[in-house]
């Protein structure tokens, strides 16, 4: 499953049980709904390991960060799996905000380049 | 967030306990909701807060990448640039360039006032309300005052800038100086008048063959007998003495509108492209100039100087001639041509200003000046004859009254002479002349209407003289 638009892009790989997102998360509330769709698919597949990867995600607006919030909840809820965030300090925010998923999901792993 | 399980009504009255249980359970999963929440909304907060820190920061970056960029572009600029505040005017910052043009180290330009250089005060004032009204000035002439004691010109460009977080004027000052200086000195050569009447904006627009045609009246004057004066004299004396004369009389052409097409020796040969009374008051006026030119020789032990001068007007071209390493004004028509003859007419009839018949009938009001009939002349290889006008009015006040006082009779006399009465012709101008015994025009045409009283005349004669074409 992905999405290929000019500013953004997310892909989601069942097989690897990733979940990468690249560009610029610059939109509003309801069209974050098809990101979301590809989330939670990825949620709900249960897997054991599940590594999101927002090393190339440049920007994030707040929307943006609440539907990530609410992915983790959803792993969270399953109880089944094993989250990885993998990020970049290259770009400040996610050194920030990234840290937060961590209270939602304690044991979820943040890995910054 | 745990959905509310499904109630059995059976449980709650069956098993109190089980029923505890179920509801401890359920405030367990709200409480769980409710951490959730507020942790999801502190971490939209703070994300919030860092992407706007970060933006923020950014912003700042792009401006201080933006004014790094100006500062390396305006230091390369080979013309000076200043920036200035808005509000006070002061210098906050200036090129290596404009220092040396204002007299002053660049670094000591910082901290003053733009006003301090302008050479006029009102000439900022114009600017500024241009930029105002516009939004930018371009390549404005204006003046300034260095420091040093310089007065360059400049061409003035603005344009308003943030700079620093202020609202900015960015000036680019082209010093025009040494531009302006040489098209002064090319402006002698070819007036501003002339370049305005070819329809030019500077003279390297100026093409061998520019020309403009149409109706105008051309105006041939001569220094009486500056041939013979001028063997006085030495060559700077000959120098002098006809610079003092063109000098005085010069701008009298200009003030009547008209231009200077070219110096002929000590002649000029000047157009005056609007009206023909434009022709005719610039040439009374130049004859006042030369009485009065005339007084102040006398006082000086030198001898007056005389002035001849023709009009006419008509069809003409004027425009420029030559090669293309070496052009001057002229213009060509036959009534070019005929206005130098003229002049010429001038000394025969010992005369002034001599006008044709098609300036006289263009004047907006004739006799608003002293004009009299002169006679009627021929140019070879032309059929009609043209008839001939003397005007008077500056002559010296006594031969001017004279003349107005004689004028009735003696037009009378000239048409007895034309209608072949002899006689009648003679007779009247005796009494003319016994009343202004000094009219050498007068003189002439009794000196022909006696020839034609004792020697008869032809059958197929007019009285018309004939000039040789030029």
Known sequence: ?113 | MIPEPRRDPALLADDPMAEVQRLRRRIEALEQDKRDLEMMLEMTTEHSDSVEEELHTKAEEALRESERRLRVIVEATPIPVVISREADDQIVYANAMAGPLLGLPTRALVGRTITEFYHDPNAQQQLLETLALEGCVDHREVRFRGADGRAPWVDVSIRLLDFNGQASLLSAWHDITHLKELNLAASCFVPREYLAFLEKDSLVDVHLGDHVSGEMTVMFSDLRSFTSISEEMTSQENFDFVNAYLGRVSPVIRKHRGFIVKYLGDGIMAIFPGSADDGVQAGIEKLNQINEYNAYRKTKRRFPIQVGMGLNTGHMMVGMVGERHRMQGDAFSDHVNLTSRLEGLTKHYSISCIISAATKERLTNPGRYDIRFLGKVQVKGKYKPLDLYEVYSADLPEFRSLKQETQEEYEQALAHFYARKFAEAQSMLFRVLQKNPRDKVAWHHLMKTTECLDNGVPENWTGVTVMASK
Not at chain 1, 31 to 36: F, G, L, P
């Open chain 1, 1 to 113: 499953m992905e999405i290929i638009q000019k500013d953004y892009q997310i892909r989601y790989d069942p097989h690897a049980s990733t979940v990468i997102c690249s560009g610029s998360f610059r939109l509003t509330g309801d069209e974050y709904a098809s990101i979301t769709e590809i989330l939670n698919a990825a949620a709900d597949a249960k897997p054991c390991e599940l590594t999101l990867d927002v090393t190339a995600l440049q920007f994030l607006n707040s929307s943006g960060i609440h539907t990530l919030s609410k992915f983790v909840l959803r792993v969270r809820g399953h109880n089944t799996t094993r989250v990885t965030v993998r990020g970049s300090s290259k770009y400040p925010w996610q050194h920030k905000s990234l840290v937060n998923l961590e209270r939602l999901l304690p044991g979820l792993r943040l890995e910054l380049e």
